[in-house]
């Protein structure tokens, strides 16, 4: 019988040590121009478009529910649409045109200039995330990432990329949600003070 034993203590401890390490490189002034532009993007009434593969995937319908509703419950929030959230139209293109062209035929069809596409991704060499910002960028988009390992093809595609240079999947996309949540709680902040600064000058 081979010996399956192992550290779990270790692993955590590991883990959690690589994940808080990784946390403290966020460049917050670059977070705080992206929460900036997704206001400017709310005052004009442009679209936030969010895509990723697998788990990067469901974190993209993950934030599109926090911009949906949790950065103001009473409403004025974000404009979003995660394209990887309706499967019937994944699953035709994908079936129809190609993988390759999931996210890319749906901006295509939606967007339009001044949109924003985030993409999410821990390779950043997916096909369908390259092609998905060529699309943005030819529809002079604003592309913005959240990205891993070395940061892969997209990376010099972007107009802002948050990458983390760590060679693990599983912390990637802990922080692609890290990074929604900062984000959701900073716009939170920026519409509630335009709120109740609003109410004083009534």
Not at 178 to 190: D, E, I, P, Y
């Amino acid at each position: 019988m081979p010996n399956t034993t192992f550290d779990s203590e270790q692993l955590v401890s590991e883990y959690l040590h690589q994940l808080s390490a990784t946390l403290e490189t966020v460049d917050i002034a670059a977070l705080n121009k992206f929460a900036s532009a997704l206001m400017k993007l709310i005052e004009n009434k442009n679209v936030l478009y969010i895509c990723g593969n697998g788990g990067s995937a469901a974190n993209a319908i993950h934030i599109a529910n926090d911009f949906t509703f949790g950065i103001n419950p009473l409403g004025n929030a974000l404009n979003v649409e995660a394209l990887s959230a309706n499967s019937a139209v994944i699953t035709c293109l994908g079936n129809d045109i190609g993988y390759e062209n999931i996210f890319s035929h749906q901006l295509k069809v939606k967007a339009k200039e001044n949109d924003i596409l985030l993409v999410l991704s821990g390779s950043g060499n997916s096909q369908n995330i390259v092609n998905a910002v060529k699309q943005a960028n030819e529809l002079q988009m604003k592309t913005v990432g959240f990205l891993g390992f070395d940061g892969g093809k997209v990376k010099p595609m972007l107009n802002m990329a948050f990458h983390f240079d760590i060679n693990d999947m599983q912390i990637s996309e802990d922080t692609q949600i890290v990074l929604g949540h900062l984000l959701m709680k900073l716009l939170n902040q920026k519409l509630r003070s335009i709120t109740e600064g609003n109410k004083d000058n009534g």
